[in-house]
């Protein structure tokens, strides 16, 4: 099925967008939603005894009761909103990190963290005087199972994992790692940005104790994120901004904090953002994530398929599809990757090129950056095919250079 025409930016412009790990396009149904509430309900939510405001208040707490039933929280109080995955990662860091972790300790991550799951842990470990360790990847892009053993120890105190790496698609095994830490007396963070668009999450299956996401991967506006905590846990933590909401009392010399949620969610709120990653949910819903793998697994196994002909490509994914995601980064070889995707663009093709916010894992693989299409259910086979003929293009420029340079 072709979704398009849910999305205005894709039927205005001649483009073949396969970005979305970068940012998902928005459907007609989440900006009408936006615009609703700046229409109908605009007031500062929790500020005003006036029904404006008490109804902004209901749109706002409204939306935070659909997430808790979205990823199956127990509480609708561990539902935190931020303004972006980074801000939640950062959260977790400085309110529970610094408090938590001590000299000698253990924090265990990827390789294959974004950096707003990596520098926060670097801060953490260097002023605490814990020890950052990393789990590398396998010949596959994997991490095997007796890296995830060894790693993590009973110094461990905290591990941070993406649930899908933004650079090589490869979905890990977060329920093991959260069995495996739990079981050494370590609590888990779950980057869930890059996979919350595409699967349902159910924190509770997993077990998980922090797990974020931003709204604006999966059709939400920007500037809009989740934090999910278990309760006892973000009940013992300091709040990580202070101002007006999070507060119980202030007097001149002390403060008390509000409960949650409000703790964390210190002034005025992006409660735009937040009714829009409310009607985001709506429409995932109403398409359903079976439809949405279904689609997924169509276009991107159709896609690996037809770049695996081009011999001139280095790929960069695992061989198990049933781990993979819809992330698929490579270089043309010899060219560097900025200049492949100009290329692309000039033939209304869209795909990111860099490092993708993953520096330790490109120095690791052995490379400075690569280009990146990452595919939604909104893409199709004729994407792909639009990738493929304007990779030809690129390669058709250089190939008389690649070969004198061999």
Request: some cysteine; charged content about 25%; proline content about 2%.
């Amino acid at each position: 099925m072709n979704y398009k025409q849910d999305f205005p930016i894709l039927n205005n412009k001649d483009i073949v967008y396969l970005d979305s790990g970068a940012t998902t396009q928005k459907p007609q149904y989440v900006l009408e939603k936006v615009d609703e509430f700046y229409e109908k309900y605009n007031a500062n939510p929790h500020r005003g005894a006036y029904s404006l405001s008490m109804e902004a208040t209901e749109v706002y707490e409204n939306v935070r009761d659909k997430i808790a039933k979205f990823i199956n929280a127990e509480h609708r109080e561990e539902i935190i909103f931020s303004k972006n995955a980074t801000e939640s990662l950062n959260l977790v860091a400085y309110s529970y990190g610094l408090e938590n972790v001590k000299e000698n300790d253990e924090i265990v991550i990827s390789i294959m963290e974004h950096h707003s799951n990596l520098v926060p842990w670097q801060k953490v470990a260097k002023n605490t005087g814990a020890k950052l360790k990393y789990m590398y990847l396998d010949g596959n892009f994997e991490i095997s199972d007796d890296e995830i053993e060894s790693k993590i120890t009973e110094n461990t105190k905290i591990v941070g994992i993406t649930h899908v790496s933004n650079v090589l698609g490869t979905i890990n095994n977060v329920k093991k790692i959260i069995d495996i830490a739990h079981k050494k007396g370590a609590i888990v963070i779950v980057d869930a940005s890059q996979s919350i668009p595409h699967k349902r999450i159910d924190v509770q299956d997993l077990n998980c104790d922090f797990l974020v996401f931003s709204g604006h991967k999966m059709l939400a506006p920007l500037g809009i994120g989740v934090l999910y905590g278990k309760k006892e846990l973000l009940n013992k933590m300091t709040p990580f901004l202070m101002g007006g909401d999070m507060i119980e009392y202030v007097y001149e010399q002390e403060t008390s904090f509000a409960t949650l949620p409000n703790k964390f969610e210190a002034g005025t709120q992006n409660v735009g953002g937040v009714v829009g990653l409310g009607a985001a949910i709506d429409y995932i819903e109403k398409i359903g994530y079976e439809n949405i793998e279904k689609q997924e697994k169509e276009v991107v196994t159709y896609a690996i398929q037809e770049l695996k002909k081009l011999k001139y490509l280095d790929l960069y994914l695992t061989s198990n599809l049933e781990n993979h995601s819809g992330v698929i980064s490579f270089n043309i070889k010899g060219v560097h990757p900025h200049d492949i995707a100009s290329i692309l663009d000039s033939q209304n093709v869209c795909v990111r090129s860099g490092n993708h916010c993953a520096q330790p894992l490109m120095r690791y693989l052995g490379i400075d950056s690569t280009c990146r299409a990452s595919f939604y259910f909104y893409n199709t086979k004729e994407d792909v095919d639009a990738l493929v003929n304007a990779l030809n293009k690129a390669y058709n420029m250089f190939e008389k250079y690649i070969n004198k340079g061999n």
